[in-house]
């Protein structure tokens, strides 16, 4: 069960509102609104939500508020039978991202500020910075990681004092692969060691493999356009001398918290072991799990990355020690261009899809790159502002599978923990909009006391931050249907993929050598 106990914070301090939701008049956010507000209908504990859209145009802001008013709240108080147990009221707050006043007194004014305004490291900075400042919980959409990062480093020190959360990647980007790998770690745990989940067992390794689909937004777009490409950073050190191995957009421990990760006695080889694996995850893979099937990298894996890594210092998953005898956590980030089904109905031969897609993808991130003519082609097809229409909307899906597995100790047996979610909606707009809806009422309606214990900065991830309780919101959604399915057993040896292996090899020798009779003449 989700907590119903309100915070001793919540109580003793009365805010005018509950939820701000800041660039309220951009495409995901009115997803978000319309979560929250269909959310609110069928809430059966709390009796108030009040709920404040925030941005820089006032027309804008009351054109959405008459929408949500219209055909949410008026429709329902005629509509239900039943009498609605949570009344939302709504209001407006005009504050541009560069009004460090109005966003501090919007911070100081509401309960937690639900961030939809982006490009994050163009109009973000700023609400961080209030929210810091005004001891307000904040979640966003952001992909930024380079962003995120900043912000720890640099607004961090002054939010010890303080009693919010700071949550990034509370979307699509990263609540998924965060959850995903939070459970199947919970479970391993929890099989360790009985009911309780707290044992200290060593998880060594963490993969997830994604399927989904939907639409790019033109606010994705623009921001993935505007992200800095200056790489400098990812290749030398500070004193300028070349890394090791290169980072893959920023460093792999970037979002950790810094004392904990950088005082650290292995600091530079667990760094370097980190960003390894990303870099072996850019390539093609044939995965014993389903049949032999190929996959790719995961477009959204470097940012994704960050987010689990972090999780996984924070949460102690595994920290490397000194003796070598344990290397730490590692975690890397997949994609099945066909789906889980048909990849394990055809194993190896989704190798060409899996060939065809990247060189697809390859494509369209060279032209969109293209000095000008790429900017100016995604202002023509995609203006920020638009995005999928609702039919694709809702025929969208987001699926991850994932697998953890135990650094056995000399003797013990190695043990696979793994953790299948699904979900339903488009993964840029209606999944980001529940992930970070349900991640908002989950700072809002629980109690510190049932929390996840506050980091020593209040920044974090979402499952370092969230926790259980996230999961638990998700779950028990009744607007979209989440499913989680948890399990642990012994890892076995992998004798399948051998035969997979041999079989699918018969296999394709089999088809060429038709192929070449058929069609080769000899001269
Ligand atoms: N994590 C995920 O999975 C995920 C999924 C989808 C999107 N995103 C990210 O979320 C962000 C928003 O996406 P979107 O599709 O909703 O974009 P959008 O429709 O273009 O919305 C952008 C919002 O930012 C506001 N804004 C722009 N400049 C501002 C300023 N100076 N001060 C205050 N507000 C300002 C806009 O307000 P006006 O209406 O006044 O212009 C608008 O409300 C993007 O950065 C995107 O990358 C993340």
Redesign the pocket.
Known sequence: MVSTRRSKRDTAETRETDITV?????????HVLEYLLATAAMEEVHTSLKITL????QV?LDDIQTYLQTEFLDKAATETSKPQCCTVTLDTWI?????AEALLAMAKRTRVVLN?????Q??GTGVVKACVEGNTHYV?????APWAGQMRGTLGSNNRTNTNRIIS??????VPSDLAIYVAVRALKKQANGKNDNTDIQISNGTTWHAAFGLL????????LDMPMDMSHCIYESDGKFRKVPFLVCDPLELAHPTLVKHHVSYKGWKNRLAWREWTNQLLSVDTQFRCGVSVPFL?APVNTKVVNATAAALNYSSPNTDGKNDGFTYGERFLPLGFRATSAIGIFSFIAALFFQLILGLVFLVFKLPSLGKHLAIKLM?????SPDLINEQGYGTVYAEVLTSPKKGEVQKKGTCMLQMTGD???L??AQ??GESALTLLWTATEDLPERSEDGFGTPMELMGSELVMRLLQSKVRNVEIKASAKDAGYQWLFYVHALFDMALATAVIKFIWNKFHTSP
């Open positions: 800041y660039g309220a008049t951009g495409f995901v956010a009115r925030g941005g820089r145009n804008k504050a541009d991202s560069a009004d939809c305004a982006g490009p994050f163009l109009y966003d959409i952001t992909g930024e990647f509370c979307g699509f980007d990263s937004n033109g606010g994705t777009l623009h921001t993935a959204m203006p920020p502002g638009t995005g993964p840029g707009n999944i980001t992930c970070v």
